[in-house]
């Protein structure tokens, strides 16, 4: 079992939708999580880091934790077509961050 | 320079020879950080810098990997006796230091082929 996992998608929704992100991890005292969009032939760009359980929101972004359930997640609200990128979660411990393989969002014009 | 540099951006070689990658990072961040990402996967933890010193190179696969920062800015990964699965693009990462709660920055990568 890999220590941070992800649905690898793809996940496709219709413009002005909701896309809902997810993935769990596996070291119960791991303190940061972070969120990652990658384009194609790109590397990746920060997009959100949370670290209370909770929502954090930021602009259409919104990132949700659940430490109990060593969950978290992250939705984008009034998807645009220029969201279709590989979403990459990574846990970080000290300096080493763990990523998960990435999901595939599709937002259909 | 305004972002994390890496340099070349492509490099073909043969099996068994040996490559150099290099990083240079952000001005003023204290911490490195080299990954590795293969097409499909998400990055693969190397080993990351404080300052001049490895912290953690518990991500090196092997003893032909080996990465070096001796000023404690440009960083050189270097890699011997390449392998045809050594292939993937090699990500370089800094911060302004290591802690949990700090924003790393990746360079655009180095995409490594090894025929």
């Known amino acids: 079992q890999k220590e941070v996992e992800q649905n690898s998608g793809p996940l496709s929704v219709p413009e002005g939708a909701i896309a809902s992100l997810n993935c769990t991890y596996s070291?119960?005292?791991?303190?940061?999580f972070f969120w990652y969009r990658q384009y194609s032939g790109k590397s990746p760009e920060l997009i959100m880091f949370?670290?209370?359980?909770g929502d954090k929101e930021d602009g259409r972004f919104t990132a949700q934790l659940n430490k109990a359930s060593q969950y978290v997640s992250l939705l984008i609200r009034d998807s645009q077509p220029s969201d279709s990128a590989t979403y990459l979660c990574?846990?970080?411990?000290?300096?080493?961050?763990?990523f998960g393989d990435g999901t595939t969002l599709t937002v259909k014009p | 320079g305004a972002g994390v540099s890496q340099t070349p951006s492509n490099k073909v070689t043969e099996k068994g020879k040996y490559v150099e990658l290099r990083c240079d990072p952000i001005?003023?961040?204290?911490?490195l950080y080299w990954y590795r990402q293969s097409l499909g996967q998400g990055p693969e933890f190397l080993i990351y810098?404080?300052?001049?010193?490895?912290?953690?190179d518990s991500g090196l696969p092997n003893d032909r990997f080996f990465a070096v920062r001796p000023e404690g800015s440009v960083s050189t990964l270097k890699i011997q006796r390449t392998e045809r699965g050594d292939s993937a693009v090699y990500l370089c990462?800094?911060?302004?230091?290591?802690?949990?709660?700090?924003?790393?920055?990746f360079g655009q990568g180095t995409r490594l082929t090894v025929v």
């Open positions: 990462a800094s911060s302004l230091t290591q802690g949990g709660y700090t924003e790393a920055f």
């Open positions: 070291d119960r005292g791991s303190q940061s």
């Open positions: 949370i670290y209370s359980n």
């Open positions: 990574a846990v970080r411990d000290a300096g080493k961050s763990t």
């Open positions: 001005s003023g961040h204290t911490a």
């Open positions: 810098f404080q300052g001049t010193g490895a912290a953690d």
